[in-house]
């Protein structure tokens, strides 16, 4: 490896990985936005959880409601998530592979314009209401100021940039050979498909936005509102699969930080990164699907059927990442009990929680996806607070919690600070979660009767049965929720900024006598038992709670009035 | 390892039988709600509904105006909540629009007051038409043991056939974000004996 230039690069001496010290304070810069981002979109939910909760007792009026859910979605879905997943393609991309960063001014580039973007849409979003009022999705006609799209648009060009970048990276390091081997290691491959994602994401979102910049310039005419919504998902539901394969990427580098543990076999891990890629393009429609604009088998196909193949994935990681753990800790402890190594994992690694919290809400959260992507069920449950449920399951319990457990890595690999508080961030970990599963039942009670999402009160609903006290109890769970939720969310802050600046200075300079990572060549050894008997009962139990879910919405849906005709 | 190059050969390792007894569970799950939403769509009462006309908000309004007329089996009533509504209580087209904040059911019938009800016959077909004249709005009818909610597009005509099979007085809302009077929007349905 004589091609490391030694004053460019440092050693990590925990991991021995080249670190490219430029790339440093970039990565540094994206993970401070992202954090910020956090904190907005933190201060957002506090007001909208109590606000939601029955009693009169709220910062806000009604109108401003609506401004505070716009604050959140954007802060949180757009830049808190984009922000830090671009720190981790840098991360990815230069240190797991030792490698340069192809471009520090594509870096800076990127950043720059993400920032200029990320400003507009924060002076939109706060200066601008109830102008700027739109949510996130920003569903033409409705007419924003022209500058909360030319940020959308701006931040997606940065974004292109970044990934740009990053692709250039991984071929110079593929050309140099700066790490061992020729197929990338699993993590970093689960975030190139991540990447290849946002390129579709990207172009689609472009064309939505730039379009939108248009009509609010009176330039055009309004486009097309079906049109419009279809390709803006096509941007705003491919993003998840940025996100779920950046999670699920994550998800492993962490196991292995903390047990070692690698993969059950590495070709299923690979193919399921790519089953997104493979599946992602149709499911824009599945929020379409009692819209006008298509017929049946539109529908039922690209929404319901295709968007079913697109579980197989997440359903692959979500058993091979705890079967992973459950091998390792085996193999180290020669547990026996079926799930005594869940208690044996690491817990004083905020790696654990984050992971085994996060793949058990994520699961879920899946299942909560899958039924209300079934075309006729989609009929009961759409723009109600379940689906709220669903994404918190998912995007909040899945990718932020993921992005927590790393981000205290990160802090300690990269600035090279000790996170201060000691065992803090395994309870702030703990405690998010907590608050997370009471915020989504919560919105699970209200919106399966009927509660609408992005509604700042239904005390207008006065005319029958609603908004009664079976109503109130799922209200109250989402503001009791929402409370421990942002609390732990305020500790994750607190412990990064903190330690980010005043944290104990960690030893940065490793040798570079000390090899470079690499694999241990093992041979698999072949039994006939189980590998992971634990995993597969847990699978087990939550396919069949499932099939009773899905079987029983079914039949809830079978007592409304007639609807459609049956072909 | 996940964070360092994999083994050698990695694609050659043959899938063990953890990875092989799962993928047979995945594979089971997908067919057994692919079969039930596929059976659904020819079995089941309850389907979204998927016919349309393209139409402008102008030719939508006015044509919603034009047909709820009495002539059509369609007469001005009241609703027992007190609010003026439509009656409809022979089988038929029905017209409903949204607009920034409102549910209305508009007929050259009213003498210049607004329906935001429509009033149903139980167990009759009606032919429901949806249409927005300003921004996308959400058809929700909320009930204690179930709902339904339609996306309502402006440039469309939305419609579909439905038969109501109990009575009472049911609150239709809006679901989707329309604006910051949004959750005034309201509008009402009964259904008679
Ligand atoms: C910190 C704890 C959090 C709490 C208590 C919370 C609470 C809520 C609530 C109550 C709503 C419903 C607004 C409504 O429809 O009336 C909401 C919406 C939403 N939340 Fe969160 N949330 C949290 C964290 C997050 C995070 C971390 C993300 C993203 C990664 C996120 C993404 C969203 C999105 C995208 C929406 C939809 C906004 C819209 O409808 O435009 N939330 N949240
Ligand atoms: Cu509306
Ligand atoms: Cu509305």
């Not at chain 1, 330039?219 to 491919?238: C, E, L, R, S, Y």
């Not at chain 1, 039994?527 to 396919?543: C, D, H, Q, R, Y």
Request: hydrophobic share 50%; net charge neutral.
């Amino acid at each position: 490896m004589s091609l490391i230039n030694e004053d460019e690069f440092r050693v990590c001496p925990k991991t021995n990985f080249r670190v490219f010290r430029k790339a440093e304070p970039l990565m540094i810069a994206n993970a401070v936005v992202a954090v910020l981002a956090l904190a907005i979109g933190g201060v957002a939910a506090l007001i909208m959880g109590i606000h939601k909760m029955p009693i009169r007792f709220s910062f806000i009026d009604n109108s401003t409601y609506y401004q505070v859910v716009n604050i959140h979605g954007i802060n949180m879905l757009i830049l808190w998530i984009v922000w830090f997943e671009i720190a981790a393609v840098y991360f990815a991309s230069t240190a797991m592979l030792n490698s340069k960063m192809a471009s520090m001014r594509l870096g800076w580039g990127a950043f720059a314009l993400m920032l200029l973007g990320t400003l507009m849409l924060e002076w939109t979003i706060f200066f601008d209401h109830p102008n700027s009022t739109v949510m996130f999705t920003a569903y033409v006609p409705l007419k924003a100021n022209p500058f909360f799209y030319l940020g959308y648009i701006l931040f997606a060009v940065g974004v292109l940039v970044a990934g740009i970048n990053f692709f250039l990276t991984i071929y110079q390091a593929q050309k140099t050979k700066s790490y061992p081997h020729e197929s990338l290691p699993l993590a970093v491959y689960g975030v190139f498909v991540a990447v290849v994602i946002a390129v579709q994401a990207i172009i689609n979102g472009a064309i939505v936005m730039i379009l939108a910049y248009l009509y609010s310039y009176d330039i055009i005419a309004a486009p097309n509102a079906d049109f419009w919504k279809q390709v803006f998902w096509g941007f705003g539901h491919t993003a998840q699969y940025i996100n779920i394969s950046a999670t699920a990427a994550v998800w492993y580098i962490l196991i292995n930080i903390a047990t070692g543990a690698k993969p059950l076999n590495e070709k299923y891990s690979r193919f399921a990164f790519m089953g997104y890629l493979l599946f992602t393009v149709p499911v824009a429609t599945h929020h379409l699907i009692v819209d006008p604009a298509y017929s049946m088998p539109f529908k039922l196909i690209n929404a319901t059927l295709i968007a079913l193949a697109l579980a197989v994935p997440s359903l692959i990681h979500a058993f091979v990442i705890p079967g992973a753990l459950e091998r390792q800790i085996r193999e180290k402890n020669h547990s026996e009990g079926l799930f005594s190594w869940l208690r044996e994992l690491p817990w004083n690694e905020p790696a654990i929680p984050a992971v085994i919290w996060g793949i058990l809400l994520f699961g879920i959260g899946g299942m909560l996806g899958s039924i209300q992507g079934t075309y006729q069920l989609n009929m009961i449950t759409h723009n109600t607070l379940r689906i709220n449920a669903h994404f918190h399951l998912t995007v909040v319990a899945g990718t932020t919690m993921a992005f927590m457990g790393l981000a205290y890595y990160f802090i300690e690999l990269i600035p090279a600070r000790k996170i201060i508080g000691g065992n803090l961030k395994v309870i702030q970990l703990h405690l998010f979660a907590l608050g997370l599963a009471i915020l989504t039942l919560g919105m699970f009670i209200a919106g399966v009767q009927g509660a609408p999402r992005r509604t700042a009160t239904y005390d207008y609903y006065t005319s029958l049965g609603v908004n009664t006290f079976a109503w109130q109890i799922g209200l109250w769970l989402l503001g009791i929720g929402a409370i421990i939720t942002v609390t732990g969310g305020a500790l994750f802050v607190g412990l990064i900024v903190i330690s980010l600046f005043f944290g104990k200075k960690v030893d940065k300079e490793g040798s570079f006598d000390s090899p470079i990572p690499t694999n241990v060549e093992e041979e698999e050894a072949h039994t006939n038992k189980l590998e992971a008997p634990g995993s597969m009962s847990i699978g087990f139990v939550f396919m069949i709670a499932f099939i009773v879910f899905y079987m029983f919405t079914f039949l809830v849906l079978s007592r409304g009035w007639k609807i459609g005709v049956p072909i | 390892m996940s964070i360092t190059n994999p083994n050698k050969n990695w694609w050659k390792v043959p899938l063990g039988k953890d990875e092989k007894i799962w993928s047979g569970v995945i594979i089971l799950m997908i067919l057994m709600m692919g079969s039930m939403t596929v059976g659904w769509v020819f079995t089941g009462d309850q389907n979204p509904p998927d016919k349309f006309t393209s139409i402008s908000n102008e030719n939508f309004l006015s044509t919603a105006t034009s047909e709820n007329v009495a002539s059509k089996g369609v007469f001005p009533g009241k609703l027992s909540n007190g609010n003026t509504s439509l009656d409809r209580f022979t089988s038929g087209d029905i017209y409903l629009v949204a607009q920034r904040f409102t549910w209305f059911a508009p007929s050259s019938d009213l003498n210049g007051s607004t329906a935001n009800g429509v009033k149903f016959k139980v167990g009759l077909t009606y032919r429901m038409h949806l249409g927005s004249i300003d921004v996308l709005h959400g058809f929700q009818i909320v009930g204690d043991n179930w709902i339904i909610s339609l996306q309502v597009v402006p440039g469309y005509d939305y419609y579909f056939d439905f038969t109501p099979t109990t009575t009472g007085l049911f609150q239709i809302i809006c679901n989707e974000f329309c604006g910051i009077g949004h959750h005034t929007m309201l509008g009402f349905l009964e259904v008679v004996a």
